[in-house]
């Protein structure tokens, strides 16, 4: 497994942007298909965004569509989620989830290495 270590979150006001990253070690990540996941208090783990290890290939939940970006750098073993027009319900913990396979998946069952998560906390 890889180990990943997330960060970049917050504490945001409604509209702003935030930019998450997802460090990977022990393993290079080029041949990964990583994910983005969150989940609020009270709520289950849900899918955010999903990258293939080429890069090429991206997917992303409807409600962040044309909000949030993947995007991945892997001469750094590094995953990133930009996310723009933040809402209020966009406040949740969220988790990096990477796996040796080299297409995306948006479910958490495909995914077998997992950070400890980033808060991201929006106000109104």
């Known amino acids: 497994q890889v180990q990943l270590v997330e960060s970049g979150g917050g504490l945001v006001q409604a509209g702003d942007s935030l930019r998450l990253s997802c460090v990977a070690s022990g393993r290079t990540i080029s041949i990964y298909r990583m994910g983005w996941f969150r989940q609020a208090p009270g709520k289950e783990r849900e899918f955010v965004a999903a990258?293939?290890?080429?890069?090429?290939?991206?997917n992303y939940a409807d409600s962040v569509k044309g909000r949030f970006t993947i995007s991945r750098d892997n001469a750094k073993n590094t995953v990133y989620l930009q996310m723009n027009s933040l809402k209020p319900e966009d406040t949740a913990v969220y988790y990096c989830?990477?796996?040796?396979?080299?297409?995306?998946?948006?479910?958490?069952?495909?995914?077998?290495?997992w950070g400890q998560g980033t808060q991201v906390t929006v106000s109104t």
């Open positions: 990258i293939s290890s080429s890069g090429r290939s991206l």
């Open positions: 989830a990477a796996d040796p396979n080299i297409y995306y998946s948006s479910s958490s069952r495909d995914y077998d290495s």
